[in-house]
């Protein structure tokens, strides 16, 4: 077991003898002349119990006293003096000293005191190490409970800082595409720190930080403790590093803090790597999630095309087979029309009801007819902005009637895209009547219309938006919208197929249609298309 060890100090260099021996064959003893070198001594080399003159040239035992305090918290102080007062002594006892004892003293009571005095420095030892054991848990339950990153390498080293009483420090992690350290952390270091560590001679190690400006920092004191993978990185695999350097009160950094920074590396390095593990979670939950949605969506568009597949089928059969009769009906009422004179009024009224009746199921019959066609697309480069251009010139005049304003939003001079302008220009038609006809008070009608990034790696989508202020689509008939046949319009106003006509063609472009609404506030039509040039 190592002997305790006892710095004395005193001028007189026959006292400083005279302990020497009477000390050496029970205690490490060490000795000095004056209270500066005792203070270089202190910084260097930890010592259980300090025997100091109270009376010294330049530096006395009482400032002495403040000064290692400072240093070494820990460390017992027994002041000797030849010329005792009361003041000096109750001061003594304020600042920390553990005993006051008068020359000459008696050997058998100094040895008597300093045994009493060591016991209690090694319950306070004992009370100290345990404080810095309770700190310890408490800096692993702080880092281990935070989610950002940055923050967190921050709250390490300000805990390793603390721990270890050091002013400066950083905290370096492996670049995972290089391999090297870098930087990540740094506390009373210059941004843009350079860090160079070598060994000086043996053990000792100089640590240098280099900054751009003339200022830098270098101290034999340092501690580099690496932080080593658990999970996600390999066992053992070093993955980065604490460095801590320059003692608040000057001196070394004892093994008992090594040991203590290396606990925390220990709390660090599984913090970290649990971080970066919910982090790659995090990251496949929404990977996860977005796949699902996609999924959800594919879904939704197989079932919509089998629907309008069955329903254009059926619709294809009945439009031919009523389309003829339908015909014979009309040539029997132009006859009838042709046989009656102008004084037949009543008759003549409602033979032009039923020759309005038979115009309105023709029509239900042609929209039928262009729903159930699969006709050849005529695939060519057009530019959208222009079938847009061209669209509005259409329905400017309907929309000065309703009071509608419209805004033409264009990211980019030209947007080309690979399609059937006619069947482009219908569907551009039929969204923007509709949007017309959703406000009967007037509004405004707002086309956006872009480029982006599409699903596939360097692909581009022609974006379409196509917005109105009108009443809204409630959400219960939102997903209903596109179904064949379905309509909120009035009797008589509508097919039930123009977006069912429209959800067609952009899919047959190998596009996506989407919508959003809310009641009273307005639609948002969202077409899709893939970008010629992406």
């Known amino acids: 077991m190592d002997k305790p060890r006892i710095l004395v100090i005193d001028d007189e260099e026959i006292i400083r003898n005279l302990l020497s021996d009477i000390l050496t064959k029970d205690y490490d003893v060490e000795t000095v002349g004056d209270g500066n070198a005792a203070l270089q001594k202190v910084k260097e080399t930890f010592f259980n119990l300090l025997i100091t003159d109270l009376k010294m040239p330049r530096l006395g035992g009482l400032d002495v006293l403040k000064e290692i305090k400072r240093v070494n918290p820990y460390i017992e102080v027994i002041i000797i003096t030849g010329y005792p007062t009361i003041e000096s002594a ?13 020359k000459p003293f008696d050997v058998q009571e100094m040895k008597l005191t300093i045994d009493r005095c060591l016991e209690r420095q090694k319950f306070n030892k004992n009370h100290f190490e345990l404080g810095e054991l309770i700190t310890l848990f ?80 270098e101290g034999k004191a340092f501690l580099q403790i690496p932080l080593v993978g658990k999970y996600l990185y390999p066992q053992k695999d070093v993955f980065g590093a604490i460095y801590v350097t320059d003692k608040i009160f000057g001196g070394n950094f004892t093994e008992r803090e090594h040991s203590l920074l290396c606990i925390l590396a220990d709390e660090a390095a599984t913090a970290i790597e649990n971080y970066k593990l919910y982090s ?23 079932i919509q095309t089998e629907k309008m597949a069955a329903v254009g089928q059926l619709a294809s059969g009945i439009a031919h087979e009523i389309r003829n009769p339908l015909g014979i009906v009309m040539g029997g009422v132009e006859f009838l029309k042709n046989r009656i004179s102008d004084e037949d009024g009543d008759i003549k009224e409602s033979i032009e009801k039923i020759k309005q009746s038979i115009d309105r199921a023709n029509n239900i019959i042609i929209d039928l007819l262009k729903f159930s066609r699969a006709s050849q697309l005529k695939l060519q ?8 251009d061209e669209t509005i010139s259409l329905i400017k005049n309907q929309a000065y009637l309703n009071a509608v304003e419209i805004n033409r939003n264009y990211g980019e001079k030209e947007i080309y895209v690979k399609a059937d302008p006619n069947m482009l220009r219908q569907v551009f038609f039929n969204l923007c009547i509709n949007a017309i006809d959703a406000m009967p008070k007037g509004g405004r009608l707002t086309l ?17 938006e196509i917005l109105d202020t009108g009443k809204g689509i409630p959400e219960d008939i939102l997903p209903k919208i596109f179904n064949p046949f379905f309509t909120t319009k009035e009797p008589g106003k509508g097919t039930g197929l123009g977006l069912s006509i429209v959800h067609l063609i952009i899919e047959r472009h190998n596009g996506r249609i989407g919508v959003e609404s809310k009641v009273n506030e307005g639609t948002k039509f969202t077409l899709k298309l893939p970008a010629i040039g992406g």
């Open 280 to 302: 790659q979670l995090q990251d496949k939950v929404k990977a996860l999630e977005h796949t699902i949605k996609e999924l959800n969506e594919t879904q939704n568009q197989l």
């Open 381 to 388: 480069e057009v530019d959208i902005l222009r079938i847009m």
């Open 90 to 102: 109750v001061e003594a006892i304020k600042i920390g000293a553990f005993d006051f004892i008068c």
């Open 448 to 464: 956006n219309m872009y480029t982006s990034l599409g699903s596939g790696q360097n692909e581009k989508e022609a974006v379409v």
């Open 138 to 217: 408490e800096v692993g339950k702080t880092i281990t409970a935070n989610t950002d990153l940055d923050y967190l390498l921050g709250q390490i080293l300000d805990s390793a800082l603390r721990l270890v009483r050091a002013k400066r420090g950083s905290l370096m992690l492996r670049d995972e595409k290089t391999g090297e350290l870098t930087v990540k952390a740094t506390r009373g270091l210059n941004e843009g720190i350079n860090i160079n560590v070598r060994t000086v001679s043996g053990e000792e190690t100089a640590y240098r930080l280099q900054g751009d400006s003339e200022e830098a920092y």
